[in-house]
């Protein structure tokens, strides 16, 4: 089990602790130092001075290399972070949920660990574990292990209801999360089992929430502020906040990644935003996502065109950055858009909306032009 990782990121070479948030930048040298570096020897006196500086619980001197250190080797590939759907089921069916169907399908162990060791390959070091609830997957224990063992930081995004358990928290004390992201659904039980449609969901997600906070993981909340719980924005905020964990609130929905429009009505009317300019992503470059079945699209709402991990390896990735610049050019309903300089939505997520046949304020300049002027 290692307690520091020293990676290529990009351009740079990092030095970063699992279950904590900041990190060192290694210079070259000091990285090729690592690298090289006898494993049975003791760690460097630099490293450890450094390391003390900046988590200064951590005291490496006199520990052997192989104990505490692992070093990842530079990637060809230039990838830093992606996004793996561990599944798409859940044990919730919230109104707003941009899955749409919840299926419970997905790859064998074998064929899961194989993406991973891929993803790790390119040159990932920073995952997101999602879903679905990631969680209720049988294979999600062994998948974490195995991706925390082959160097990665991990988030796990989650709904908290199964926080609580046991053999969860062991592996998460085991081998820690660089964070938990909790998705939240209202501030009372009315609210929130109304919204995932889950009589008891609110009972489940307030003792995995207990759980979690005893155990110190490193907590995110996502608050989602939708037409059934919108009374209650400013209470899910408070409770955040009484709980002393960080949170982001979002307002907008989207349509689902078949292009259904069935959720938008979830959407709070008094709470839709207009995003800001979107000024362009690493999607497909240094970046991407996979789906249960090892299907890999420059990020989740752009899945046209997806490579097979399990059937193409880490070549199929070659293709995927010209797939993401032919994705992001604006075609179909956006063509010859005068507007297109400012738009505040990529190419793939306006056409998830046109297909939803959505209202056009919800997502595009012209529509709340309309709007204003109506």
Not at 240 to 262: A, K, L, R
Request: charged share 20%; aromatic share 8%; proline share 5%.
């Amino acid at each position: 089990m290692h307690d520091l990782i020293a990676s290529p990121f990009l351009e740079q070479h990092l030095l970063v602790r699992p279950g904590t948030r900041g990190g060192l930048l290694l210079p070259e040298p000091r990285y090729e130092e690592l690298r090289h570096l006898d494993r049975a020897a003791p760690v460097p006196s630099w490293l450890a001075d450094s390391t003390r500086e900046q988590w200064p619980d951590l005291d490496l001197a006199g520990r052997q290399a192989a104990e505490v250190l692992l070093v990842r080797e530079p990637s060809a590939w230039g990838y830093s972070r992606a996004s793996w759907e561990i599944n798409l089921g859940c044990n919730l069916a919230c109104k707003q949920c941009y899955l749409g169907l919840k299926v419970n399908s997905g790859m064998p162990l074998g064929d899961k660990l194989n993406c991973l060791k891929i993803m790790a390959e390119a040159g990932v070091l920073w995952l997101q574990i999602t879903g679905g609830e990631p969680t209720i997957d049988r294979d999600f224990m062994k998948s974490y292990a195995a991706a925390f063992d082959l160097g990665m930081m991990l988030t796990i995004s989650t709904n908290g209801t199964l926080l609580w358990r046991e053999n969860l928290l062991n592996l998460f004390r085991e081998r820690p999360p660089y964070r938990v992201t909790v998705s939240m659904y209202g501030a009372s039980k009315a609210s929130y089992d109304e919204l995932t449609q889950r009589d008891g969901a609110w009972d489940l997600f307030v003792q995995g929430m207990n759980a979690a906070r005893r155990a110190r993981l490193p907590l995110r909340m996502s608050i989602i502020v939708t037409e059934d719980n919108a009374h209650e924005e400013q209470a899910m905020i408070a409770l955040c906040e009484s709980w002393d964990v960080e949170y982001n609130v979002f307002t907008n929905m989207t349509p689902t990644i078949y292009g259904g429009g069935e959720v938008l009505t979830a959407q709070s009317k008094e709470h839709l935003r207009m995003r800001k300019q979107f000024t362009g992503c690493n999607a497909g470059h240094t970046f991407f996502h996979t789906d249960p079945h090892g299907l890999v699209s420059i990020c989740k709402i752009g899945r046209d065109d997806q490579i097979s991990l399990p059937n193409e390896g880490i070549q199929g990735l070659a293709r995927l950055g010209a797939i993401a610049d032919r994705l992001m050019l604006r075609t179909g309903g956006c063509s010859g858009c005068q507007l297109s300089g400012a738009c505040t939505v990529c190419r793939p997520l306006a056409k998830h909306y046109q297909e939803a046949k959505a209202p056009l304020a919800s997502y595009c300049q012209h529509g709340q032009k309309a709007k204003v002027n109506a």
